[in-house]
Protein backbone atom coordinates (compact mmCIF):
# COMPACT_ATOMS: atom_id res chain seq x y z
CA UNK A 1 0.00 0.00 0.00
CA UNK A 2 1.46 3.25 -1.39
CA UNK A 3 1.27 6.24 1.52
CA UNK A 4 1.00 9.46 -0.64
CA UNK A 5 -0.56 8.56 -4.07
CA UNK A 6 0.22 12.32 -5.79
CA UNK A 7 -1.92 13.08 -8.87
CA UNK A 8 0.01 15.24 -11.30
CA UNK A 9 3.65 15.32 -12.27
CA UNK A 10 3.71 19.66 -12.31
CA UNK A 11 5.86 21.39 -10.03
CA UNK A 12 2.88 21.04 -7.08
CA UNK A 13 3.06 17.31 -7.52
CA UNK A 14 6.58 16.96 -7.42
CA UNK A 15 7.67 19.52 -4.67
CA UNK A 16 4.77 17.82 -2.65
CA UNK A 17 6.21 14.79 -3.62
CA UNK A 18 9.55 15.18 -2.28
CA UNK A 19 9.18 16.82 0.92
CA UNK A 20 6.67 13.52 1.57
CA UNK A 21 8.76 10.58 0.32
CA UNK A 22 11.14 11.69 3.64
CA UNK A 23 8.40 9.59 5.69
CA UNK A 24 6.73 7.41 3.84
CA UNK A 25 5.99 5.86 -0.02
CA UNK A 26 5.48 8.13 -2.39
CA UNK A 27 3.99 7.54 -6.37
CA UNK A 28 3.42 10.32 -8.30
CA UNK A 29 0.64 9.67 -11.35
CA UNK A 30 1.31 12.32 -14.42
CA UNK A 31 -1.27 11.61 -17.42
CA UNK A 32 0.93 12.96 -19.55
CA UNK A 33 4.27 11.80 -21.63
CA UNK A 34 6.56 14.17 -19.84
CA UNK A 35 6.44 15.94 -16.24
CA UNK A 36 5.51 19.55 -16.57
CA UNK A 37 3.85 19.31 -19.49
CA UNK A 38 1.01 21.54 -18.75
CA UNK A 39 1.31 24.67 -16.49
CA UNK A 40 4.82 24.03 -15.30
CA UNK A 41 6.39 23.58 -18.41
CA UNK A 42 5.50 27.09 -19.98
CA UNK A 43 6.35 29.70 -16.86
CA UNK A 44 7.96 32.74 -17.64
CA UNK A 45 9.87 31.45 -14.22
CA UNK A 46 10.06 34.53 -12.40
CA UNK A 47 10.60 34.47 -8.37
CA UNK A 48 9.69 37.78 -7.52
CA UNK A 49 9.22 38.04 -3.54
CA UNK A 50 6.56 41.12 -4.02
CA UNK A 51 4.48 39.44 -6.48
CA UNK A 52 0.63 38.04 -5.13
CA UNK A 53 -1.80 38.38 -2.45
CA UNK A 54 -0.29 38.29 0.92
CA UNK A 55 -0.40 34.52 1.82
CA UNK A 56 1.33 34.17 -1.77
CA UNK A 57 4.11 37.04 -0.51
CA UNK A 58 4.65 34.59 2.90
CA UNK A 59 5.08 31.42 0.64
CA UNK A 60 7.64 33.89 -1.41
CA UNK A 61 9.24 34.62 1.55
CA UNK A 62 9.24 31.73 2.99
CA UNK A 63 10.49 30.11 -0.38
CA UNK A 64 13.91 32.10 -0.76
CA UNK A 65 16.31 30.20 1.14
CA UNK A 66 15.70 27.01 -0.95
CA UNK A 67 16.13 28.82 -4.03
CA UNK A 68 19.19 30.45 -2.78
CA UNK A 69 20.98 27.88 -0.96
CA UNK A 70 20.21 25.16 -3.79
CA UNK A 71 21.59 28.16 -6.82
CA UNK A 72 18.26 27.92 -7.91
CA UNK A 73 18.45 32.20 -8.99
CA UNK A 74 19.89 34.06 -11.50
CA UNK A 75 18.87 37.96 -10.96
CA UNK A 76 17.02 39.09 -13.38
CA UNK A 77 15.52 42.61 -11.64
CA UNK A 78 12.04 43.82 -13.07
CA UNK A 79 11.27 47.19 -14.05
CA UNK A 80 8.10 49.01 -14.71
CA UNK A 81 6.75 50.87 -17.43
CA UNK A 82 4.08 53.31 -18.07
CA UNK A 83 2.83 55.96 -20.32
CA UNK A 84 1.50 59.51 -19.02
CA UNK A 85 -2.33 58.55 -18.53
CA UNK A 86 -1.08 55.34 -16.10
CA UNK A 87 0.33 57.82 -13.41
CA UNK A 88 -2.44 56.51 -10.30
CA UNK A 89 -1.93 52.73 -11.95
CA UNK A 90 1.68 53.37 -12.12
CA UNK A 91 1.91 54.44 -8.23
CA UNK A 92 -0.45 51.58 -7.32
CA UNK A 93 1.95 49.19 -8.89
CA UNK A 94 4.71 50.38 -7.60
CA UNK A 95 3.87 50.46 -3.97
CA UNK A 96 2.07 47.15 -4.17
CA UNK A 97 5.76 45.86 -5.75
CA UNK A 98 7.57 47.79 -3.79
CA UNK A 99 9.84 49.20 -6.60
CA UNK A 100 11.88 52.48 -6.53
CA UNK A 101 10.85 54.72 -9.22
CA UNK A 102 13.63 55.55 -11.57
CA UNK A 103 14.51 58.15 -14.36
CA UNK A 104 12.90 57.56 -18.37
CA UNK A 105 16.51 58.15 -18.82
CA UNK A 106 17.85 55.40 -16.36
CA UNK A 107 15.43 53.57 -17.95
CA UNK A 108 16.67 53.58 -21.09
CA UNK A 109 20.23 52.98 -20.30
CA UNK A 110 19.02 49.33 -18.68
CA UNK A 111 16.93 49.03 -21.80
CA UNK A 112 17.64 50.72 -25.25
CA UNK A 113 14.52 50.08 -26.94
CA UNK A 114 12.37 51.76 -24.79
CA UNK A 115 10.80 54.94 -26.38
CA UNK A 116 10.97 58.06 -24.65
CA UNK A 117 8.08 59.37 -26.42
CA UNK A 118 5.72 56.78 -24.24
CA UNK A 119 7.14 55.43 -21.42
CA UNK A 120 6.86 58.64 -18.93
CA UNK A 121 7.60 56.66 -15.72
CA UNK A 122 9.81 54.40 -15.08
CA UNK A 123 10.20 52.07 -11.55
CA UNK A 124 12.73 48.92 -11.10
CA UNK A 125 13.01 46.06 -8.20
CA UNK A 126 16.56 44.12 -8.64
CA UNK A 127 14.66 41.73 -5.97
CA UNK A 128 13.54 39.61 -9.33
CA UNK A 129 14.81 36.54 -10.29
CA UNK A 130 15.06 33.86 -13.30
CA UNK A 131 13.88 30.35 -11.49
CA UNK A 132 16.02 27.23 -12.86
CA UNK A 133 12.65 25.86 -13.67
CA UNK A 134 13.50 22.66 -15.38
CA UNK A 135 16.48 21.76 -12.89
CA UNK A 136 13.89 22.32 -10.34
CA UNK A 137 11.71 19.99 -11.32
CA UNK A 138 13.70 17.14 -12.33
CA UNK A 139 15.72 17.58 -8.94
CA UNK A 140 12.31 17.06 -7.18
CA UNK A 141 11.26 13.90 -9.52
CA UNK A 142 15.24 13.09 -8.32
CA UNK A 143 14.73 13.01 -4.51
CA UNK A 144 11.56 11.16 -4.55
CA UNK A 145 13.48 8.02 -6.67
CA UNK A 146 16.31 8.34 -4.30
CA UNK A 147 13.95 7.66 -1.57
CA UNK A 148 12.07 4.73 -3.08
CA UNK A 149 9.43 6.37 -4.50
CA UNK A 150 8.11 6.19 -8.22
CA UNK A 151 7.16 8.95 -10.76
CA UNK A 152 5.10 7.50 -13.49
CA UNK A 153 4.18 9.08 -16.60
CA UNK A 154 1.37 8.04 -19.14
CA UNK A 155 -0.90 6.99 -15.68
CA UNK A 156 -4.21 9.45 -16.62
CA UNK A 157 -6.35 9.02 -13.34
CA UNK A 158 -9.90 8.19 -14.46
CA UNK A 159 -11.66 6.38 -11.74
CA UNK A 160 -11.37 6.91 -7.94
CA UNK A 161 -12.75 4.73 -5.07
CA UNK A 162 -12.67 4.73 -1.48
CA UNK A 163 -13.05 1.63 0.60
CA UNK A 164 -11.02 1.66 3.90
CA UNK A 165 -8.15 3.21 1.45
CA UNK A 166 -8.21 5.23 -1.26
CA UNK A 167 -8.33 2.99 -4.88
CA UNK A 168 -7.07 4.80 -8.01
CA UNK A 169 -7.43 3.56 -11.99
CA UNK A 170 -5.03 4.66 -13.84
CA UNK A 171 -3.14 2.56 -16.96
CA UNK A 172 -2.37 0.59 -13.71
CA UNK A 173 -4.72 0.65 -10.11
CA UNK A 174 -3.10 1.86 -6.88
CA UNK A 175 -3.89 1.29 -3.58
CA UNK A 176 -3.10 4.45 -1.11
CA UNK A 177 -3.39 5.97 2.22
CA UNK A 178 -3.66 8.80 1.19
CA UNK A 179 -4.26 11.03 -2.06
CA UNK A 180 -2.15 14.49 -2.52
CA UNK A 181 -4.39 16.48 -5.38
CA UNK A 182 -2.00 18.59 -7.64
CA UNK A 183 -3.77 18.62 -10.75
CA UNK A 184 -3.40 21.70 -11.73
CA UNK A 185 -6.20 23.02 -14.11
CA UNK A 186 -7.84 19.22 -13.47
CA UNK A 187 -8.12 19.63 -9.76
CA UNK A 188 -11.63 20.03 -9.11
CA UNK A 189 -12.30 17.87 -11.72
CA UNK A 190 -10.14 14.72 -9.64
CA UNK A 191 -12.02 16.10 -6.19
CA UNK A 192 -15.42 14.97 -7.70
CA UNK A 193 -14.37 11.50 -8.91
CA UNK A 194 -12.99 11.18 -5.40
CA UNK A 195 -16.22 12.06 -4.32
CA UNK A 196 -15.05 15.22 -2.74
CA UNK A 197 -16.69 18.85 -3.42
CA UNK A 198 -14.98 20.79 -5.39
CA UNK A 199 -13.45 24.48 -4.75
CA UNK A 200 -14.31 26.51 -7.76
CA UNK A 201 -11.17 26.01 -9.76
CA UNK A 202 -10.44 28.31 -12.61
CA UNK A 203 -7.88 28.12 -15.13
CA UNK A 204 -7.43 31.09 -16.60
CA UNK A 205 -5.42 31.41 -20.26
CA UNK A 206 -1.88 33.20 -20.40
CA UNK A 207 0.08 33.28 -23.94
CA UNK A 208 3.25 34.21 -24.62
CA UNK A 209 5.61 34.94 -27.61
CA UNK A 210 9.13 34.64 -28.47
CA UNK A 211 10.48 37.45 -30.47
CA UNK A 212 13.66 37.66 -32.33
CA UNK A 213 16.33 40.20 -30.42
CA UNK A 214 14.70 43.52 -30.50
CA UNK A 215 17.33 45.85 -32.94
CA UNK A 216 19.87 43.26 -32.64
CA UNK A 217 20.72 44.43 -28.82
CA UNK A 218 21.88 42.00 -26.35
CA UNK A 219 19.07 41.31 -24.08
CA UNK A 220 21.24 39.08 -21.47
CA UNK A 221 20.90 41.70 -19.07
CA UNK A 222 17.84 43.59 -19.72
CA UNK A 223 15.00 43.40 -16.81
CA UNK A 224 11.73 41.42 -17.05
CA UNK A 225 9.85 44.50 -18.20
CA UNK A 226 6.23 45.10 -17.02
CA UNK A 227 3.39 47.49 -18.72
CA UNK A 228 1.88 49.46 -15.29
CA UNK A 229 -1.46 47.38 -14.40
CA UNK A 230 0.18 44.16 -16.04
CA UNK A 231 -1.35 44.79 -19.20
CA UNK A 232 2.08 43.17 -20.84
CA UNK A 233 5.22 41.74 -19.81
CA UNK A 234 8.44 40.76 -21.84
CA UNK A 235 11.56 39.17 -20.20
CA UNK A 236 14.52 38.00 -21.92
CA UNK A 237 14.97 33.67 -22.60
CA UNK A 238 18.05 32.50 -24.42
CA UNK A 239 19.01 35.56 -25.95
CA UNK A 240 15.41 36.04 -27.59
CA UNK A 241 12.69 38.30 -25.67
CA UNK A 242 9.06 36.60 -24.49
CA UNK A 243 6.47 38.75 -24.99
CA UNK A 244 3.01 38.01 -22.97
CA UNK A 245 -0.56 39.81 -23.18
CA UNK A 246 -0.71 38.92 -19.37
CA UNK A 247 -4.20 37.85 -20.32
CA UNK A 248 -6.56 35.86 -17.33
CA UNK A 249 -9.11 34.89 -19.65
CA UNK A 250 -11.49 31.97 -18.03
CA UNK A 251 -11.35 28.59 -19.83
CA UNK A 252 -12.10 24.67 -19.30
CA UNK A 253 -8.93 22.81 -18.52
CA UNK A 254 -7.21 21.46 -21.75
CA UNK A 255 -3.77 21.86 -23.66
CA UNK A 256 -3.61 25.30 -23.78
CA UNK A 257 -2.91 27.26 -26.96
CA UNK A 258 -2.08 30.65 -27.50
CA UNK A 259 -5.26 33.40 -29.11
CA UNK A 260 -3.80 35.15 -32.27
CA UNK A 261 -5.85 38.14 -31.85
CA UNK A 262 -5.18 38.13 -27.99
CA UNK A 263 -1.14 38.01 -28.85
CA UNK A 264 -1.56 40.56 -31.11
CA UNK A 265 -3.29 43.23 -29.13
CA UNK A 266 -0.59 42.65 -26.12
CA UNK A 267 2.05 42.77 -28.76
CA UNK A 268 0.71 45.63 -29.99
CA UNK A 269 0.74 47.18 -26.34
CA UNK A 270 4.67 46.04 -25.91
CA UNK A 271 5.23 47.61 -29.21
CA UNK A 272 3.77 51.43 -28.11
CA UNK A 273 6.59 51.35 -25.13
CA UNK A 274 9.48 50.37 -27.42
CA UNK A 275 11.02 51.81 -30.66
CA UNK A 276 12.30 48.39 -32.19
CA UNK A 277 8.93 47.23 -33.92
CA UNK A 278 8.03 43.06 -33.88
CA UNK A 279 8.26 42.14 -37.11
CA UNK A 280 8.08 37.94 -36.28
CA UNK A 281 6.98 36.34 -33.85
CA UNK A 282 9.37 32.81 -33.66
CA UNK A 283 7.42 30.94 -31.85
CA UNK A 284 4.38 31.18 -29.23
CA UNK A 285 2.21 29.03 -26.46
CA UNK A 286 -0.20 29.59 -23.67
CA UNK A 287 -0.28 27.46 -20.49
CA UNK A 288 -3.44 27.55 -17.69
CA UNK A 289 -2.74 29.87 -14.53
CA UNK A 290 -5.69 27.87 -12.20
CA UNK A 291 -6.94 29.92 -9.45
CA UNK A 292 -9.47 29.36 -6.21
CA UNK A 293 -12.39 32.49 -6.20
CA UNK A 294 -10.32 34.42 -3.86
CA UNK A 295 -7.07 33.72 -5.74
CA UNK A 296 -4.47 31.99 -3.94
CA UNK A 297 -3.29 28.57 -3.28
CA UNK A 298 -5.53 25.77 -1.48
CA UNK A 299 -3.02 23.44 1.05
CA UNK A 300 -3.79 21.02 2.57
CA UNK A 301 -6.42 18.09 3.92
CA UNK A 302 -9.99 18.54 3.06
CA UNK A 303 -12.18 18.94 6.27
CA UNK A 304 -14.48 16.09 4.99
CA UNK A 305 -11.39 13.58 4.56
CA UNK A 306 -7.83 14.04 5.65
CA UNK A 307 -6.62 11.47 3.65
CA UNK A 308 -7.63 13.83 0.71
CA UNK A 309 -5.28 16.37 0.78
CA UNK A 310 -4.91 19.53 -1.98
CA UNK A 311 -2.13 21.33 -3.44
CA UNK A 312 -4.22 23.27 -5.89
CA UNK A 313 -4.77 27.17 -7.00
CA UNK A 314 -0.72 28.09 -7.81
CA UNK A 315 -2.15 30.57 -9.98
CA UNK A 316 0.67 32.47 -11.37
CA UNK A 317 2.65 31.94 -8.10
CA UNK A 318 3.94 27.79 -8.52
CA UNK A 319 7.09 28.13 -9.09
CA UNK A 320 8.16 30.90 -6.89
CA UNK A 321 6.11 29.98 -3.41
CA UNK A 322 6.73 25.58 -4.36
CA UNK A 323 9.31 25.15 -1.41
CA UNK A 324 7.13 26.39 1.39
CA UNK A 325 4.15 25.76 -0.15
CA UNK A 326 5.19 21.77 -0.52
CA UNK A 327 6.78 22.19 3.38
CA UNK A 328 3.22 23.05 4.45
CA UNK A 329 1.46 20.10 1.98
CA UNK A 330 3.45 17.90 3.99
CA UNK A 331 3.14 19.17 7.61
CA UNK A 332 0.00 19.40 6.99
CA UNK A 333 -0.31 15.57 5.57
CA UNK A 334 1.90 13.96 7.91
CA UNK A 335 0.00 16.09 11.31
CA UNK A 336 3.01 17.69 12.07
CA UNK A 337 2.95 21.64 13.52
CA UNK A 338 3.39 24.00 9.97
CA UNK A 339 6.21 26.18 10.32
CA UNK A 340 4.17 28.73 9.00
CA UNK A 341 2.54 31.40 10.76
CA UNK A 342 -1.35 30.25 11.96
CA UNK A 343 -2.97 33.00 10.04
CA UNK A 344 -1.35 32.35 6.83
CA UNK A 345 -2.16 28.73 7.48
CA UNK A 346 -5.90 29.33 7.24
CA UNK A 347 -5.50 31.92 4.51
CA UNK A 348 -4.74 28.68 2.55
CA UNK A 349 -6.82 26.02 3.86
CA UNK A 350 -9.36 24.47 1.98
CA UNK A 351 -11.88 25.36 4.95
CA UNK A 352 -11.68 28.98 4.14
CA UNK A 353 -13.56 28.24 0.60
CA UNK A 354 -16.46 25.96 2.29
C1 LIG B 1 2.40 31.84 -19.10
C2 LIG B 1 2.62 31.53 -17.66
C3 LIG B 1 3.58 32.23 -16.94
C4 LIG B 1 3.84 31.92 -15.60
N1 LIG B 1 4.86 32.55 -14.95
C5 LIG B 1 5.17 32.20 -13.68
C6 LIG B 1 6.28 32.77 -13.01
O1 LIG B 1 6.98 33.60 -13.57
N2 LIG B 1 6.56 32.37 -11.73
C7 LIG B 1 5.78 31.44 -11.08
O2 LIG B 1 6.06 31.12 -9.92
N3 LIG B 1 4.73 30.87 -11.71
C8 LIG B 1 4.40 31.22 -12.98
N4 LIG B 1 3.34 30.65 -13.61
C9 LIG B 1 2.47 29.75 -12.84
C10 LIG B 1 3.05 28.36 -12.71
O3 LIG B 1 3.51 27.91 -13.95
C11 LIG B 1 1.91 27.46 -12.18
O4 LIG B 1 1.38 28.01 -11.00
C12 LIG B 1 2.42 26.06 -11.86
O5 LIG B 1 3.14 25.52 -12.93
C13 LIG B 1 1.25 25.15 -11.51
O6 LIG B 1 1.80 23.88 -11.24
P1 LIG B 1 0.87 22.62 -11.04
O7 LIG B 1 1.76 21.49 -10.75
O8 LIG B 1 -0.20 22.98 -10.08
O9 LIG B 1 0.11 22.45 -12.44
P2 LIG B 1 0.59 21.69 -13.79
O10 LIG B 1 2.00 21.98 -14.12
O11 LIG B 1 -0.43 21.99 -14.82
O12 LIG B 1 0.52 20.19 -13.35
C14 LIG B 1 -0.68 19.49 -13.14
C15 LIG B 1 -0.51 18.15 -13.78
O13 LIG B 1 -1.60 17.30 -13.38
C16 LIG B 1 -1.79 16.38 -14.44
N5 LIG B 1 -3.11 15.78 -14.33
C17 LIG B 1 -4.31 16.41 -14.41
N6 LIG B 1 -5.31 15.51 -14.30
C18 LIG B 1 -4.73 14.30 -14.14
C19 LIG B 1 -5.24 12.99 -14.00
N7 LIG B 1 -6.56 12.73 -14.01
N8 LIG B 1 -4.36 11.96 -13.87
C20 LIG B 1 -3.02 12.20 -13.86
N9 LIG B 1 -2.48 13.43 -14.02
C21 LIG B 1 -3.33 14.47 -14.15
C22 LIG B 1 -1.65 17.26 -15.68
O14 LIG B 1 -1.36 16.47 -16.83
C23 LIG B 1 -0.53 18.20 -15.28
O15 LIG B 1 0.73 17.80 -15.79
C24 LIG B 1 3.06 30.92 -14.95
C25 LIG B 1 2.08 30.22 -15.67
C26 LIG B 1 1.87 30.51 -17.01
C27 LIG B 1 0.85 29.71 -17.75
Do not use: C
Not at 9 to 17: D, E, K, P, T
Not at 138 to 156: C, E, H, P, W, Y
Not at 163 to 183: C, S, Y
Request: negative net charge; hydrophobic residues 45%; aromatic residues 8%.
Amino acid sequence: MINFLIIGGGIAGLSAGARLSEHGSVTVLEAEDALGYHASGRSAALFEEGYGPPSVVALNKASAEFFFTNDYLTPRGLMLVAKSDQADQFRKDLSELGMAEISVADALERVPVLNPETVAYAALSEGAYDIDTDRVLQDFARTIRANAGSVLTRQKVTRIRKDGHWLVEAAEVFQARTIVNAAGAWADEVARMAGIAPIGITPRRRSMARLPTPGGHDVKNWPMMLGAGETWYAKPDAGKLLVSPSEADPVEPHDAYADDMVLAKGLARYEEMVTSPVTRVETNWAGLRSFAPDGTLVLGPDPSDESFVWSAGQGGYGFQTAPAASRLVADLALGRAPELDAAMVSALAVSRLR
